[in-house]
């Protein structure tokens, strides 16, 4: 089962997507819109165009556990994305998952604009890669 894995951002949506087994991160990418509807009908086009049976939405929560207003954009969001797609969407906690893909592309010497553009789609490899560990 192939699972698509999202890291929604403002201007930036990190996309992943599973192996056709679920296993491990295939593929990933960044959607560049603003618009909410914009990075949903791409998310369509592309959870069509791989096969994916299920998303996985990053939940932005504070490191106490609590839920601030980004959290609830992001429920509205898969709410959205639900009805849209016709998918489940899971919410997984991405604590951290920012500040981690930060790391590995510091490490790997990436900088500049080259980590702005990646550092959504690494965030997004890291939801899926807990999803996927959680199965």
């Not at 990190?14 to 491990?24: H, K, Q």
């Not at 996985?56 to 429920?75: F, H, I, S």
Request: glycine share 8%; hydrophobic share 45%; with cysteine.
């Amino acid at each position: 089962m192939k699972i698509l894995a999202i890291d929604y951002g403002d201007a930036r949506t990190g996309i992943a997507v599973s192996d056709s087994l679920g296993m491990l991160v295939g593929t990933t990418d960044v959607i560049h819109a603003y618009r909410p509807e914009v990075v949903a009908a791409e998310i369509q086009k592309r959870a069509i165009a791989c096969g994916a049976e299920r998303l996985v939405l990053g939940l932005p929560k504070n490191m106490d556990g609590t839920e601030g207003p980004r959290a609830q954009l992001c429920r509205d969001f898969a709410a959205q994305l639900e009805q849209l797609t016709g998918l489940p969407v899971i919410l997984w906690d991405e604590r951290r998952t920012t500040v981690d893909a930060h790391r590995i592309l510091s490490d790997n010497n990436v900088h500049g604009k080259k980590r702005k553009n990646t550092v959504d789609a690494v965030a997004a490899s890291l939801i899926l890669e807990g999803y996927l560990a959680s199965l």
